[in-house]
């Protein structure tokens, strides 16, 4: 069978289809956004954000509102809850975290379970990509697009708040207001990813890329091409792999990308951790010829 | 000018200004001289509106900190350890950060803005290197780089949180020549440190500030050894003229 078979089959299928378009949307708008979660340190942040949006992305669906609105309201509350935990008892954030979106991520599975839908437990928890209908993708559609839309337009203002918060309250901007931007597009991201890769590994989708790219680059500029080119790469490898060894797409999606970013982690021309061991060896040893001349 | 009228700022329990007034004149440099957890940060913090007083006011240049932050009056040069260094921004995008609150919701820069970035580069002649990352380079270009956003910007009022730490002798003293130019345009400069043998040349005037103002005056004046031993809790003159 030749290459162009491999890549042709699957595309007969219109869920196959469905599943890589699906795929390619959220692994854009992931990747754009994981930029600057790893730069302002919000990786953890990130993770209990995304998972405590499903049980408002389950009542939305009990109540019949758009997700979008279900997971807006439960990312701002687990945040609230975290600071109000964090502020008023002796719990430090990392614990406040834990306990935060454990609970609300149980909240969710506990709802789902009493939800009568076709919905299975397992679709949520670990995604259901290759059962998209149309309804669905287009309600990604518009959600990835308006997340999008957001980050792009106020990209410099996001940046400057990763960067230096205190000048950008000093020259009249709310650094407040612009986190709180950066938490709207990170529950609307959420609620993409959550139908790829499933509530538990969202944060991968939120996280690996970024993180790949900032050790290929000292531009951001770079690094919002290179994290989605990255990412919509490895996610359709790993869409393709689990139709041919008919295993969880959601997983494989991961591993792939975690394959990419321990391979960049090695070998990143710039900050890889082999060509730098190799070149700090060579310094020492020219060092070396240097004293013995 | 920055003027500061009886203010008082708490942590919780803690009194981090206790009834502070002192003025900051403009078209001068001013040291603000202190022991680290003397209230210097908050200070800077309390003059800048993000931290507010528990009593007293602000006045900077005749309108409040948030009319001042408004109009791009207030620039900032932060403490070293309060900037991530491996952040992927070259030299000029920092520089251009000073623009931001001229520009549009976009914050998409125009040919001016790209003028103001290119002079201000010139000014602390960093030109050469602005297309570096930041963190590529040495501690007083980097001071310079935070300045020089300060000069796009076009502040008025210019603030340093210990310009000096990890600096070496000859970019401080760069850096030193650099305030008193821009003092000498009109600015308001004042600039925390604790590196008392530099302020004779840094500085006009000294604030000594140890939760209470100790003393505002000469540099000359400042550096007794009275004043000195109050703004640093010893009171070794007292206690120490017996000693043998």
């Not at chain 1, 795929?23 to 995304?50: H, N, Q």
């Not at chain 1, 009542?59 to 990312?75: K, M, Q, R």
């Not at chain 1, 919002?224 to 080119?229: E, H, S």
């Not at chain 1, 869409?239 to 494989?252: N, P, Q």
Request: with cysteine.
């Amino acid at each position: 069978m030749s290459i162009i078979d491999l890549l042709w089959e699957p595309l007969q299928y219109e869920f196959m289809v469905r599943a890589l378009v699906t795929t390619v949307i959220a692994a854009i708008v992931c990747a754009v956004l994981s930029c600057w979660l790893v730069l302002v340190g919000w990786s953890l942040m990130g993770d209990a954000v995304a998972h405590a949006v499903l049980p408002g992305v389950v009542l939305a669906y009990i109540l019949g509102a758009p997700f979008a609105v279900g997971a807006l309201v439960f990312g701002f509350l687990a945040v609230a809850l975290i600071g109000v935990i964090r502020g008023t008892s002796r719990v430090k954030e990392d614990a406040a975290i834990g306990i935060v979106f454990t609970t609300l991520l149980a909240l969710g599975l506990v709802l789902v379970s009493v939800t009568p839908s076709q919905t299975d437990l397992n679709h949520i928890v670990f995604g259901n990509i290759l059962g998209v209908s149309n309804g669905d993708l287009l309600q990604i559609a518009i959600l990835a697009a308006v997340a999008f839309a957001v980050l792009i337009f106020k990209r410099r203002d996001l940046t400057l708040y990763a960067f230096d918060p205190t000048h950008a309250f000093a020259i009249g901007l709310s650094p407040r207001v612009l986190g709180a931007l950066l938490l709207g597009v990170l529950a609307l991201t959420a609620v993409v990813a959550l139908q790829v890769v499933g509530v538990i590994l969202v944060v991968a989708m939120l996280i690996i890329p970024g993180a790949t790219a900032y050790l290929l680059t000292d531009r951001f500029g770079r690094m919002l091409i290179i994290a989605p080119v990255m990412s919509v790469v490895s996610s359709v490898v790993g869409i393709y792999l689990s139709y041919w060894i008919d295993a969880s797409s959601g997983g494989l999606v991961v591993v792939v990308q975690g394959v990419v970013f321990t391979a960049v982690y090695l070998l990143s021309p710039r900050h890889g951790v082999l060509l730098r061991r190799l070149r700090s060896r060579s310094a020492a040893r020219s060092r070396a010829t240097a004293r013995m001349r | 000018m920055i003027s500061v009228r009886g203010v008082s700022v708490r942590y919780d329990e803690v009194v981090a200004l206790d009834d502070v007034s002192l003025t900051v004149e403009r078209g001068r440099v001013t040291g603000l001289i202190g022991m680290n957890g003397s209230g210097k940060s908050t200070l800077f913090k309390t003059i800048t509106g993000m931290v507010r007083p528990a009593a007293g006011t602000v006045t900077l240049d005749g309108g409040t900190p948030a009319a001042a932050r408004r109009r791009g009056l207030l620039g900032y040069v932060p403490q070293s350890e309060d900037v991530d260094w491996s952040f992927p921004v070259s030299v000029r995008d920092v520089v251009m950060m000073g623009r931001y609150g001229h520009l549009g919701p976009t914050r998409r820069p125009r040919a001016t803005d790209r003028d103001a970035v290119d002079e201000a580069l010139e000014r602390v002649e960093l030109t050469h290197l602005a297309d570096r990352q930041i963190g590529a380079l040495s501690g007083g270009q980097r001071k310079r780089a935070f300045v020089a956003r300060g000069i796009a910007q076009g502040s008025g009022i210019l603030l340093l949180d210990e310009p000096f730490a990890g600096v070496d002798k000859k970019s401080e003293a760069t850096i030193v020549r650099l305030l008193r130019e821009l003092a000498d345009d009109g600015r308001t400069v004042l600039v925390s440190t604790h590196d008392l043998a530099a302020l004779p040349a840094l500085a006009d005037d000294a604030v000594l500030l140890l939760h209470r103002l100790v003393f505002q005056g000469s540099v000359a004046d400042a550096l007794r050894p009275e004043n000195l031993a109050r703004a640093f809790g010893l009171d070794v003159l007292d206690g120490g003229r017996d000693e043998p």
